[in-house]
T-cell receptor, first 110, second 112 residues
C-alpha cells in the first residue's frame, strides 16, 4: 500500500541554519503530497502542498518540490527561526485516504 | 464557533470499558478521518469517511468502530478498551481527498 518515509529525528539546529527534512513515498497512483506542522499541544496544520510532478509548494519560507523520478518531497528552509520548532509530517493522499510519515521533531536554538 | 472540535480533551478509562470520542465539524466537509498518534509511529489512520453513511477502514482499525449518520459528526468508539489503545487521537476533515485537512486539538486517552 501507499506509504511515506521521513528522516528520523530529532533535528537540532541553530537559528539561521539551513534546514532539510527528507521525505520519500511509495504510491501506486499519482498522489498529492503535503507537509504538515504540529506545534506543542495542538493538532496538525497544513504547511504546504503539491499536487503533481515538478510542482513546488511554498509557505512561510519553507519549500518542497514534488520529484516523481526520485519519489521524494524534501522540506527545506534557508534560515530557520526559534519559532519553527515543531514536529513536521510529510503526507500523501491517494485512493481516498491520507497517509502520514512518522514525523520529524525540529528544535531551533537561539 | 466554526471549526472542528473534539471531546473530551482528556479521558482516563479502564480496560474492557467502552469509550466514545466525539468529533464535530461545522464546514460541511465531505471527508472526515480518525488518526492515532504514537511515539515512533507518527499518525496512523484508523477510519475515514467520504460522506455520510460511508466509512472505510484504515491501517489500524481493529478494536474501533465509527459511524457517520450526519455529515458534521464522526464519533469513534472503542468497543472494549485495551492498554495498547492508550494514545492521542486526532479527528480531521476536508473537502476532498487531495485537499487540505483541518485537524481538531486531539483527545488524549489513557487506558489503565
Amino acid at each position: 500500500g501507499d506509504s511515506v518515509t521521513q528522516m528520523e529525528g530529532p533535528v537540532t539546529l541553530s537559528e539561521e541554519a539551513f534546514l532539510t527534512i527528507n521525505c520519500t513515498y511509495t504510491a501506486t497512483g499519482y498522489p498529492s503530497l503535503f507537509w504538515y506542522v504540529q506545534y506543542p499541544g495542538e493538532g496538525l496544520q497544513l504547511l504546504l502542498k503539491a499536487t503533481k510532478a515538478d510542482d513546488k509548494g511554498s509557505n512561510k519560507g519553507f519549500e518542497a518540490t514534488y520529484r516523481k523520478e526520485t519519489t521524494s518531497f524534501h522540506l527545506e528552509k534557508g534560515s530557520v527561526q526559534v519559532s519553527d520548532s515543531a514536529v513536521y509530517f510529510c503526507a500523501l493522499s491517494d485512493n481516498n485516504d491520507m497517509r502520514f510519515g512518522a514525523g520529524t521533531r525540529l528544535t531551533v536554538k537561539p | 464557533d466554526a471549526g472542528i472540535t473534539q471531546s473530551p480533551r482528556y479521558k482516563i478509562t479502564e480496560t474492557g470499558r467502552q469509550v466514545t470520542l466525539m468529533c464535530h465539524q461545522t464546514w460541511s466537509h465531505s471527508y472526515m478521518f480518525w488518526y492515532r498518534q504514537d511515539l515512533g509511529h507518527g499518525l496512523r489512520l484508523i477510519y475515514y469517511s467520504a460522506a455520510a453513511d460511508i466509512t472505510d477502514k484504515g491501517e489500524v482499525s481493529d478494536g474501533y468502530v465509527v459511524s457517520r449518520s450526519k455529515t458534521e459528526n464522526f464519533p469513534l468508539t472503542l468497543e472494549s478498551a485495551t492498554r495498547s489503545q492508550t494514545s492521542v487521537y486526532f479527528c480531521a476533515s476536508g473537502r476532498g481527498v487531495n485537499e487540505k485537512l483541518f485537524f481538531g486539538s486531539g483527545t488524549q486517552l489513557s487506558v489503565l
